[in-house]
């Protein structure tokens, strides 16, 4: 794509030090080689130069250099999904957005906040906390990843029980082509508050940017929700043997939208996360139940005991009980509230033996024991221990779930890494072939998803036309070429 005996690499580095200054221009090769992998399967690659912009201006201008000369750009906030989504596809420039770290402007009447995609979630956690706020966090990563790259990807919050799936409200973003849109309210200069995601002509852009991973454009700016801070906070545990039972007790509290936060987990995965060291996490998949289930209820003292009064009457109807604490393991709730709070997501979890690779879906409930049963026997055949298979289910909406399944493996075992990567990407073929729904393909289960879905593989390749025309914002990232 670029032609590098026709342009020079010394060349690129001074026209973007002209936009950035020379210190934002990144080119020590030991630098670069971080920036270029993660502990997904995406194949490393490693950029020419990392240039990093403050301002929206500089993104703008960035941009339209890397039109002017065909320069492939992977946008990149924090480096947390862990998927392969900030490893160069092809061989150019990332353009890294960490230092564009403004709080704006917060909304108190409306629970709303103005950021820019370097503002992390531990950064924002902090914020909201001084005006009686929180901020709704990742499942699975990290309190040092970016709130605007994880709510534009639409990465699973502990939260999605009670507040739905899309928590940016509106966003200014740079396209492809260099040209600045504004979505929602965003759009309308004239409005103070512009958090409505619908008002004017521009209302119904808002979706189209979410899970792009970063090829139509780079949202610079965005407003975001955020949700009160209640000083009763109260954990509750339902624990079984067969997730069949704790599925049944999931479709209730959904009926009577009780907690804020839900999630179930089988052993290994509520191990991982509950373990203080990972030499623990054996000894204590082994101590707990095959199945918890964990129910956060927060509000006013009356509010969260008539709940409780709630919980309690649907677990007992099903001859389960309900539990403030988990036996054998000390301070359990406040392990889980602390990581929702400032989650350590896969930066923990991974360090029972060095890397974590998750498959992460949308499913029913009723195909979930289907699904486990044939991820088990997947692992038998790649002689995976089916027992240190990670599962974590959060409702969606009712009857949906997202689903996923986690693989632990040693990064400088070549043999064991090839293993589980063979196992992962069948297991997704598998998936996808039985009627999973993946809504955010990464690497090749792209290519899986997207080859079975040829009129809307077309459709994006025509919007990316569009917005992108000279191919160049993270190419072949989410498109099949």
């Given at each position: 794509m670029i032609d590098m005996e026709s342009i020079s690499l010394e060349f690129l580095q001074e026209g973007f030090s002209n936009i950035v200054?020379?210190?934002?221009?990144?080119?020590?090769?030991?630098?670069?080689?971080?920036?270029?992998?993660?502990?997904?399967?995406?194949?490393?690659?490693?950029?020419?130069?990392?240039?990093?912009?403050?301002?929206?201006?500089?993104?703008?201008?960035?941009?339209?250099?890397?039109?002017?000369?065909?320069?492939?750009?992977?946008?990149?906030?924090?480096?947390k999904n862990n998927q392969g989504t900030t490893i160069p596809f092809a061989t150019g420039v990332i353009i890294d957005l960490s230092k564009m770290d403004r709080v704006s402007e917060i909304d108190m009447e409306n629970r709303n906040v103005a950021i820019e995609p370097g503002v992390t979630f531990a950064q924002l956690q902090k914020e909201a906390k001084k005006h009686d706020l929180r901020v709704l966090t990742p499942i699975e990563l990290p309190s040092s990843a970016s709130v605007i790259a994880t709510y534009i990807e639409l990465c699973p919050l502990y939260s999605w029980p009670k507040y739905g799936t899309e928590n940016?409200?509106?966003?200014?973003?740079?396209?492809?082509?260099?040209?600045?849109?504004?979505?929602?309210?965003?759009?309308?200069?004239?409005?103070?508050?512009?958090?409505?995601?619908?008002?004017?002509?521009?209302?119904?852009?808002?979706?189209?940017?979410?899970?792009?991973?970063?090829?139509?454009?780079?949202?610079?700016?965005?407003?975001?929700?955020?949700?009160?801070?209640?000083?009763?906070?109260?954990?509750?545990?339902?624990?079984?043997?067969?997730?069949?039972?704790?599925l049944r007790v999931v479709k209730d509290i959904k009926r009577a939208r009780i907690g804020e936060e839900i999630f179930l987990a089988n052993n290994m995965e509520l191990a991982l996360l509950l373990a203080e060291n990972p030499s623990d996490v054996i000894e204590l998949r082994k101590a707990l139940e095959p199945w918890t289930l964990v129910v956060i209820i927060r509000g006013f003292n009356e509010e969260v005991e008539f709940q409780e009064k709630d919980l309690g009457d649907i677990v007992a109807k099903y001859n389960m009980k309900l539990r403030d604490e988990i036996k054998g393991i000390e301070s359990a709730n406040k392990i889980i509230l602390n990581e929702i709070e400032f989650p350590h997501g896969w930066e923990k979890t991974s360090q029972f033996k060095g890397?974590?690779?998750?498959?992460?879906?949308?499913?029913?409930?009723?195909?979930?024991?289907?699904?486990?049963?044939?991820?088990?026997?997947?692992?038998?055949?790649?002689?995976?221990?089916?027992?240190?298979?990670?599962?974590?289910?959060?409702?969606?909406?009712?009857?949906?779930?997202?689903?996923?399944?986690?693989?632990?493996?040693?990064?400088?075992?070549?043999?064991?890494?090839?293993?589980?990567?063979?196992?992962?990407?069948?297991?997704?073929?598998?998936?996808?072939?039985?009627?999973?729904f993946f809504s955010r393909p990464y690497g090749d289960c792209a290519r899986l998803v997207y080859s079975r879905t040829p009129n809307y593989y077309s459709f994006i390749k025509e919007l990316k036309k569009i917005v992108d025309p000279e191919y160049i914002m993270n190419p072949n990232k989410i498109f099949v070429i």
């Open positions: 200054g020379v210190e934002d221009v990144i080119s020590d090769p030991h630098t670069l080689e971080k920036y270029s992998k993660d502990q997904s399967f995406v194949p490393p690659r490693k950029p020419l130069l990392v240039v990093r912009p403050e301002t929206m201006t500089e993104v703008q201008e960035i941009v339209k250099m890397a039109n002017r000369y065909k320069v492939p750009l992977t946008p990149y906030s924090s480096g940016m409200l509106t966003m200014e973003l740079v396209l492809g082509n260099g040209d600045i849109l504004r979505t929602g309210s965003s759009a309308t200069p004239i409005i103070d508050k512009p958090y409505d995601p619908v008002a004017g002509p521009y209302g119904f852009l808002n979706k189209i940017w979410f899970g792009s991973q970063g090829t139509l454009g780079i949202v610079t700016r965005g407003i975001v929700k955020l949700k009160t801070l209640h000083d009763t906070n109260k954990v509750f545990f339902v624990s079984s043997d067969k997730i069949d039972n704790i890397a974590r690779n998750v498959i992460p879906f949308i499913t029913t409930t009723e195909t979930i024991q289907e699904f486990n049963n044939l991820a088990y026997r997947l692992a038998d055949k790649y002689d995976y221990p089916s027992e240190n298979i990670g599962c974590f289910m959060l409702p969606v909406e009712l009857g949906s779930v997202h689903y996923q399944y986690s693989f632990a493996r040693d990064p400088n075992d070549p043999s064991e890494t090839q293993k589980v990567k063979e196992l992962f990407y069948e297991l997704c073929d598998l998936l996808i072939k039985q009627g999973a």
